[in-house]
């Protein structure tokens, strides 16, 4: 903003709400709009304050999420595929084909590594007399 356009502002100066404090916000809106906050207010059993701070957080909501994404497809632009996923909350288990990226808020990642290799030892013995039998039917016949 020039000295120009600052100059020409109405209203008090704008001032960073500390952390973590609660400050008053003063706006206006249209008879219709209170009217259903109000009602949302009265089915929530929250105040109209807390209901409209709600209703503000989940407009404001997809933003923060758009700019998290807008974020990520840079990652991996860069090629960095890893970075992508930890920014996203992804959360990495390893196995021996690599690793598997597990969604935020999956229930217990470290348990699901536990199964997926208990899972690949039993494929392993499962399937070793049948390699064995390959290996040595091969040989007879050569």
């Avoid at 206006?28 to 209170?34: N, Q, S």
């Avoid at 990520?72 to 090629?79: F, H, P």
């Avoid at 536990?114 to 390959?134: G, K, N």
Wanted: aromatic share 4%; hydrophobic share 40%.
């Amino acid at each position: 903003m020039t000295k120009k356009e600052a100059k020409r502002r109405i209203g008090r100066p704008l001032r960073a709400a500390a952390s973590g404090t609660r400050v008053s916000l003063g706006l206006k809106v249209r008879a219709e709009v209170k009217q259903r906050i109000d009602e949302a207010a009265k089915a929530s059993g929250r105040t109209q304050s807390q209901e409209a701070e709600a209703l503000i957080e989940r407009a404001l909501a997809p933003y923060a999420m758009s700019e998290t994404w807008r974020a990520a497809l840079a990652d991996l632009k860069r090629g960095n595929f890893e970075a992508a996923c930890r920014r996203l909350g992804y959360v990495p288990i390893s196995t021996p084909y690599g690793p598997i990226w597990l969604p935020p808020g999956h229930p217990e990642p470290s348990r699901l590594a536990a199964m997926t290799s208990e899972l690949m030892q039993r494929s392993a013995a499962a399937l070793a007399p049948e390699l064995t039998l390959r290996g040595r039917t091969k040989k007879t016949e050569q």
